[in-house]
């Protein structure tokens, strides 16, 4: 383990960034990202906060990048299967919205893998450690919500929903990338089970009529 920590500054500049990239959220996703994202986003920033306030020692960057970036390839192989059976319209739909068109999923999704990429590089190669939002946000949510979205989606719509096959794999690889931050898989596994307390309500109450 490292000696960095998260700062009191660090702490600040990085809830003015979770605030800004919920707001962007909201004005570029509408409700679909929303009642996803936004959970996803308050559970990273959470944790983010519980890193500064315990000070715990963030795990040093040259260990942790074969799994981070493993299961960021993985990222890349869900969104193959949500391209191919429809996610953009099914998502949506499912909350009254108009479907994406091509241009804005894929634009949406590179953009985020960038700063997911490139974030974890400057938090641990530049000391920017308030960029740890955008990281813990693809480990929280792209990872972990990625698992409990899918899922509970194929249960409340009675059939598959695009992404469900590769999203199972997150059950397993979210939490082990998450334990790396917070200590262990078991405070990890409870995260996660707090999430889903949280995202399974804002997914469910806000669908529109099947």
């Known amino acids: 383990m490292s000696t960095q920590t998260v700062s009191r500054r660090d702490l600040a500049i990085g809830t003015l960034l979770a605030l800004i990239i919920g707001t962007i959220f909201v004005l570029v996703g509408g409700r ?8 996803g ?12 306030v315990s000070q715990a020692a963030l795990p040093k960057g040259g260990t942790l990048y074969p799994l981070y970036y493993g299961v960021f390839a993985w990222q890349f192989i869900h969104f193959f299967e949500e391209y191919l ?3 953009r319209s099914l998502f949506p739909e499912l909350y009254g919205a108009t479907p994406y068109s091509d241009a804005l999923f894929v634009g949406i999704n590179m953009f985020s893998y960038f700063v997911f990429a490139v974030g974890f590089i ?3 190669e530049k000391g920017l450690k308030f960029l740890l ?10 990872a972990i919500g990625n698992a409990i979205a899918h899922v509970w989606w194929v ?10 096959v590769t999203a199972l794999a997150y059950w397993i690889l979210g939490p082990l990338l998450l334990s790396s931050f917070v200590g262990s898989i078991g405070r990890a596994y409870v995260i996660t089970a707090a999430f889903a307390i949280i995202l399974i309500p804002a997914i469910t109450l806000t669908m529109s009529p099947i």
Do not use: K, R, S
């Open 85 to 87: 059976t429809g996610f």
């Open 41 to 52: 986003l308050v559970v990273a920033w959470g944790v983010f906060a519980w890193l500064h």
């Open 155 to 164: 249960i409340w719509t009675g059939g598959y929903f695009p992404g469900f």
């Open 133 to 142: 939002i955008p990281v813990l946000f693809y480990i929280v949510y792209g």
């Open 32 to 39: 679909p990202l929303v009642v996803t994202f936004v959970p």
């Open 122 to 124: 400057l938090v641990f």
